[in-house]
């Protein structure tokens, strides 16, 4: 089945909301885990009883592993199969970027049917063009998984070089919202989706676009379920607000991590419906 027809199923089923696994040393800390990979592993393995077949997309920020090495891709690779085999889907919060074969390579870890690292989604950064990012698209669509490009992020400081205009006034955020409308209009399918961040108006023309949009910042950053509905007027069947840390502060009991997904899922409902 396509990545987008899964999507829109999970989205059925359990809402839009997409929840991140962000295992600060901060959050492992307040979990009462210590900052190691066994921690990690705790952490982990809470998020995936908590969410898996209970929350419809995940969003594992890759960092968060990559920094205990070896040893903390494989707790990843065990996160992302035991969401997946519950059916919860897992758009793996990577942002790569680069050019080539090297993309691809970067393609093949996280949507090639037999990585371990197989997810249903990858997010990547457009900074080396948006037709940089062509394998790993081409990839996605190939192997019915999705993309979603980075077009105007969350934090601040990606302001400036986001809101950057050309000679004809067009932004580079913009630029990349056209780029993957029209991608999509190619593939016939609506394998790219784009990053717009909740924190704030993104200026942006998105009429074109069809896809699905990740919409970051929910909660610890500052963006509430209102502001969704105001800075996306279009109710949108695809958009997905994510939120990581003001659901995971809640943890590690199941019960109560599961609830408080449940709790801004259904808000973020209200406000979109
Ligand atoms: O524009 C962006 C793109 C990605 N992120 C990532 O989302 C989570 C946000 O975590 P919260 O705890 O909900 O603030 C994190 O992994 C970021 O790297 C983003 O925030 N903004």
Partial sequence: MTWVRRLRGAVAEHGRLCVG????????DAWGLGDTVDGLGSFSNAC?????????????????????????????????????????????DAKRGDIGTTLDAYASAWLGSTSPLRSDAVTLSPYLGVGALAPAIERAAAHQS?????????????T?????????????AQHVVDEAARWNAGLGDETVGLVVGATRGHGLDVTAFGGPILAPGLGAQGATVLDLAEIFPDTRELL????????????????????AAHRVRDDVERALS
């Fill in 21 to 28: 696994i962000d295992p600060h040393p901060g959050l492992l």
């Fill in 48 to 92: 995936v009883e908590a969410f898996a077949g209970h929350v419809g997309i995940v969003k594992p920020q890759v960092a968060f592993f990559e920094r205990f090495g070896s040893a903390g891709i494989a707790v990843l690779e065990r996160t992302i199969a035991g969401l997946r085999s519950a059916g919860t889907l897992v758009l793996s």
């Fill in 146 to 158: 999705g993309v979603f490009v980075l077009a105007r992020t969350s934090n601040a400081d990606g």
């Fill in 160 to 172: 400036a070089v986001q809101t950057a205009v050309d000679s004809g006034g067009v932004s580079v």
């Fill in 240 to 259: 997905l607000p994510s939120s990581s840390r003001d659901i995971l502060r809640y943890g590690p009991a199941t019960a109560d991590l599961r609830a």
